[in-house]
């Protein structure tokens, strides 16, 4: 039996590098620094005066 070349199929979408970087999810390097939702927590420079004006008053 002869092969036939292979024939590109037709529902697939070629990717060009510009629309991966469109891409909005990171990939692996969200999975390593998740996006954080920081709206709850204080912001990290107030605290810090907070602290360092509680052992200044002491």
Do not use: C, H, Q, T
């Not at 939702?37 to 204080?42: F, I, Q």
């Not at 990290?44 to 052992?55: C, F, M, S, T, Y």
């Amino acid at each position: 039996m002869k092969e036939s070349p292979r024939k590109p199929s037709k529902n697939k979408k070629i990717v060009k590098n510009e629309d991966l970087k469109n891409i909005s999810g990171g990939g692996l390097k969200d999975a390593f620094n998740p996006p954080r939702n920081n709206d709850d927590l204080p912001d990290p420079a107030e605290e810090i005066r907070r602290i360092l004006n509680e052992k200044l008053n002491r």
